[in-house]
């Protein structure tokens, strides 16, 4: 069935939404262990989130130039492939976005102001 135009725009306005949601979730990820693209888009589909790698990709590459990764090349067979850490900006960026998603949550699941 075709999307009608209104399902078409409340389909980007979730994205939007969830984008922050996104940023976070690799951050969380790089601060645990050195994650990379494909691997990344995999984990994101897990949890529901379809995101493509040119998609992926540019935001990987925003969150280094805000500093909040880092990227070292690793050989991955004859290929190499770009690795990202959390660095400790990006570590301190999520402990204090733990804070206000714990927050949030405690409005939006438990009703508490």
């Known amino acids: 069935m075709a999307k009608t135009k ?9 994205r939007d939404l969830y984008s922050g949601l996104i940023r976070l979730h690799v951050l969380h990820h790089a601060a ?6 494909l691997g990344m888009v995999e984990e994101l589909a897990r949890h529901g989130y379809r995101i493509s790698p040119g998609t992926l990709y540019p935001l990987l590459h925003g969150l280094e130039k805000k500093g909040y990764l880092r990227s070292t090349e690793e050989r991955n067979g004859k ?7 959390a660095t400790p900006m990006g570590r301190k960026a999520l402990r204090a976005a733990k804070n ?3 927050e949030l949550f405690g409005e939006l699941i438990e009703g508490r102001r």
Request: proline share 8%; aromatic share 12%.
């Open 6 to 14: 209104p399902d078409y725009i409340a389909a980007g306005q979730d």
């Open 32 to 37: 645990e262990e050195p994650i990379f693209g």
């Open 79 to 85: 290929s190499l492939r770009k690795v990202y850490h």
């Open 100 to 102: 206000k998603v714990r």
